[in-house]
């Protein structure tokens, strides 16, 4: 090979950087309806971690006896939720402890003052 990849200069005004998120929040909003009652559990385990005061990510939900969401999505909305209303709050990255995930790198969440 004698030359460089060339890549394209983006064009000013084209990208959109708003699209993204809006991308996000849209896909969020349609997983969210899958299973209602598999949220609401969610929900409360959720706070349940959260007043514990300790990190936890959401093997730890499945572990505590929360059943598989019906697709893997369904993660992102409810963390978001309890987020967004003050419960948790983001605590890094680790390896996920779901054989599923092989190790993947995951987000980790810890309780607000406001959960406890």
């Not at 369904?74 to 990255?93: L, M």
Request: with cysteine; aromatic share 6%.
């Amino acid at each position: 090979m004698t030359s460089q990849l060339q890549f394209p200069t983006p064009t000013p005004g084209v990208i959109n950087p708003d699209a993204g998120e809006a991308a996000k929040q849209a896909g969020m909003k349609r997983i969210g309806h899958l299973d209602p009652e598999w949220a609401a559990a969610c929900d409360e385990r959720i706070a349940k971690f959260a007043a514990r005061g300790v990190v936890f990510q959401a093997a730890d939900l499945v572990k505590d006896g929360l059943a598989e969401p019906p697709h893997p999505n369904c993660w992102g909305p409810r963390f978001a939720k309890a987020t967004n209303a003050g419960v948790i709050q983001h605590a890094g990255y680790a390896q996920s402890k779901r054989a599923t995930v092989h190790k993947s790198i995951c987000h980790q969440w810890i309780g607000t003052r406001r959960a406890a």
